[in-house]
């Protein structure tokens, strides 16, 4: 059943922008990067961080904001659907169940996410090659950093998703999300329980893996609140 | 035209914009109160010193993302079940639901920005600010940053009443903010873009003797252009639009 609601969904995001966003994600964040070294390789070279070490932190820097935009911007799309047609009742009507309905709204957008994610893997990898930056490539810092961030936002994805399907106007969630990206924004000053400071990958451990965990967990929590309320309200 | 206004008022007032305003004073807040305010050394004036920073966040990506939650939030009613139709078959003409709709939007935004001021008032009194409050600074910033959305604002009401979901308007609003945080960096590039004007307008640190914050000429170039742009690129869309 999962199977098959995955796939309607992903028919029902067809030519609607959604995959061209997902491409631009990942295409605008290493791009803000081919203009801060455009413009500044050589004060790169002179200060001696012109390489690999320094550009993945410069990517991941910008990473988290892109990525929870990206988040809002998704979530939204995916309620709108049912939302702008009043389609809720004929695709409940269907014989599946609700959480099955909630479960592969998420699913398609984790898939969407980790798209995202390895194409920014990839792109960064790219522009990194081409720039010839000094060292060997570290693919595996790559990966993994790339990939913490979009584990470490798993949480504003429930959030999201959740605010975004329960609300008639979608001016809630998006609202939501602005705040969400002005809190990534100050990441820095945050205390390390909220979860827009975790895809910063910042804490006072400095261990990044403690906010992935923290994402997974609290993320699937998250979820399943959402779910159950999901479950709960009435189809208008 | 009055009437139209009137019945806008109406609408938006019926569709949930109070929380969607008063996020801007609780993101004031929140910049001002988590921020630290004791980066600047002591002879800066403390609201000021304040300020550079909450604008700073607030102008470079509040104040252009609200923008278009506001723009979509007053098309909201005419995208649902034939509202467009409906509001057009009445006595009114499509330059006058046009204007109108720009007309309260500025206003909304008018509205977000004397709440910020707000906001900057009550941090400076959680930290305990003595400084005479630097009242001219302020509203130099406040109406600077509200004349520097009104493109902003005008490319926003046309992408929303040409989009009928939130999220499609705002992805144009996203793509265009995100580079501020290099254009502003930039000396070149980031004068003549848009969506930079906000934070030139709203830097406390700014040249003083002019009326705003950035030179005249920058303020009618770039921010009366790109808003005659967008304004009438939106109006004559609508003037096009099928129904």
Redesign the interface.
């Known amino acids: 059943m999962i199977g098959k609601l995955i796939r309607t969904d992903f028919m029902k995001i067809r030519r609607k922008g959604i995959w061209f966003l997902t491409v631009l994600g990942p295409f605008g964040v290493v791009a803000l990067q081919m203009v801060n070294y455009g413009l500044r390789k050589d004060w790169f070279i002179q200060q001696d961080i012109y390489s690999w070490f320094y550009y993945i932190r410069n990517v991941i820097a910008f990473t988290p904001f892109a990525l929870i935009l990206g988040i809002v911007i998704l979530t939204s799309f995916m309620a709108s659907i049912e939302n702008e047609t009043n389609a809720w009742k004929q695709v409940i009507a269907l014989p599946v169940t609700k959480w099955g309905v909630y479960l592969s709204k998420y699913t398609t957008l984790a898939i969407l996410l980790v798209v995202s994610t390895c194409l920014l893997t990839l792109f960064s990898l790219g522009f990194g090659m081409f720039l010839g930056l000094d060292g060997g490539i570290p693919y595996l810092d790559l990966i993994k950093y790339c990939f913490y961030t979009f584990f470490a936002s798993l949480p504003v994805l429930g959030l999201q998703l959740w605010v975004a399907l329960v609300s008639k106007n979608q001016g809630i969630p998006i609202t939501l999300g602005i705040f969400g990206v002005i809190l990534s924004y100050m990441a820095y000053f945050l205390p390390d329980w909220l979860i827009w400071k975790w895809p910063s990958l910042d804490n006072q451990w400095d261990e990044p893996i403690i906010n992935v965990c923290l994402g997974l967990a609290v993320g699937l929590a998250i979820y399943l609140v959402g779910m159950i309320d999901f479950m709960r309200r009435d189809v208008k | 035209m009055i009437s139209l206004l009137q019945s806008e008022w109406y609408k938006v007032r019926k569709?949930?914009?109070i929380?969607?305003l008063f996020?801007a004073p609780?993101?004031g807040l929140?910049?001002g109160i988590?921020?630290?305010s004791s980066v600047f050394p002591v002879e800066v004036n403390q609201w000021a010193g304040a300020l550079l920073m909450m604008n700073l966040?607030y102008a470079l990506?509040?104040l252009p993302?609200?923008t278009g939650?506001l723009a979509?939030?007053v098309c909201?009613y005419e995208?649902q079940a034939g509202g467009w139709k409906q509001l057009l078959a009445l006595p009114v003409t499509r330059g006058k639901v046009f204007m109108s709709k720009y007309l309260l939007l500025i206003m909304l935004v008018l509205v977000v920005q004397v709440l910020y001021l707000g906001s900057i008032f009550v941090v400076g009194i959680v930290h305990g600010f003595t400084d005479s409050f630097p009242m001219e600074i302020v509203w130099k910033s406040i109406l600077g940053g509200w004349v520097a959305t009104f493109p902003l604002v005008a490319l926003q009401l046309w992408m929303s009443i040409l989009f009928?979901?939130?999220?499609?308007s705002?992805?144009v609003n996203?793509?265009f903010t995100?580079?501020t945080?290099?254009a502003i960096n930039?000396e070149k590039f980031g004068p003549y873009y848009p969506w930079a004007q906000p934070v030139f307008m709203m830097n406390v640190g700014g040249d003083t003797s002019e009326f705003f914050f950035i030179p005249w000429e920058q303020l009618i170039t770039v921010v009366g252009g790109s808003f005659l742009l967008f304004f009438i690129g939106g109006f004559l869309y609508f003037q096009r639009k099928s129904v």
């Open positions: 569709s949930n914009i929380y969607i996020a609780l993101v929140l910049i988590v921020g630290g966040t990506l509040f993302l609200v939650v979509a939030t909201r995208h009928k979901s939130f999220a499609a705002f992805s996203v793509i995100l580079p945080i290099l930039s």
